[in-house]
């Protein structure tokens, strides 16, 4: 199930709707007889921050990736950070203490804000499992910033477990593993919630490509 959460007005009136680059209302989409779209509206505008977040194991990456992929062939520059990614790289001396994931994200925070000054669209992959370090993440983008949370249980993610992580916290090797031994706070007033775990793996690629597709104008009705 996808869900639309009304941003706040004064988010709202911060926007310059000249820079609107893709525009959807009311959009309704249905795998099979299970409704997964309800009535979505969505604006993205050029400089701002779609921050994707959720379990290890929800989809981030993918919903990420196939997002650059969907605006880059739609002429836009577009940049993806992965949480995974940053790590063996800008962040590698960090661990998975709440200090550390706190300056995780501030450290993202601020890399996204540059590519944002240049008018390119940021696209984030974290779990960020602390309310507080997103809630600075968004006001430190001054309202141009998206949050999709992807909902997912811990048993679906746990057992996917794609990078092998839950089964290495498990034997105690990674410390402070979000859903393990250390806590998840889901976001709030999210602009946007998709349960992945409503779906298989498979339906959930496919129910994402025709989404991505159809809130980008890419493909007619």
């Known amino acids: 199930m996808i869900e639309k959460l009304k941003p706040e007005p004064a988010m709202q009136s911060s926007k310059d709707a000249s820079k609107i680059i893709i525009e959807i209302t009311g959009m ?75 300056e995780n994200i501030r450290r993202v925070g601020e890399v996204a804000a540059l590519y944002a000054d240049a008018g390119m669209i940021g696209v984030t992959a974290f779990i960020s499992p602390y309310r507080a370090d997103r809630r600075g993440a968004r006001q430190a983008a001054g309202g141009h910033f998206h949050e999709v949370y992807l909902s997912a249980s811990l048993e679906i993610c746990e057992g996917r477990d794609p990078k092998g992580h839950y089964k290495l916290a498990r034997q105690g090797e990674i410390p402070d593993f979000t859903g393990v031994s250390a806590p998840y706070e889901p976001p709030e007033e999210p602009e946007l919630v998709i349960d992945t775990g409503a779906m298989s793996v498979d339906e959930s690629l496919k129910v994402l490509g025709e989404y991505v597709e159809k809130v980008f104008g890419l493909k007619d009705e």
């Not at 990420?64 to 002429?75: D, P, S």
């Open 28 to 102: 309704h989409k249905w795998f099979g007889t299970f409704h997964v779209l309800k009535d979505i509206n969505l604006q993205v505008y050029e400089g701002e921050r779609i921050v994707i977040c959720g379990p290890s194991g929800s989809g981030k990456s993918t919903l990420a990736f196939e997002l650059e992929r969907v605006l880059f062939e739609k002429g836009k520059q577009v940049f993806v950070m992965d949480g995974d990614n940053l790590r063996h790289g800008l962040n590698s001396d960090l661990g998975f203490s709440p200090e550390d994931r706190a």
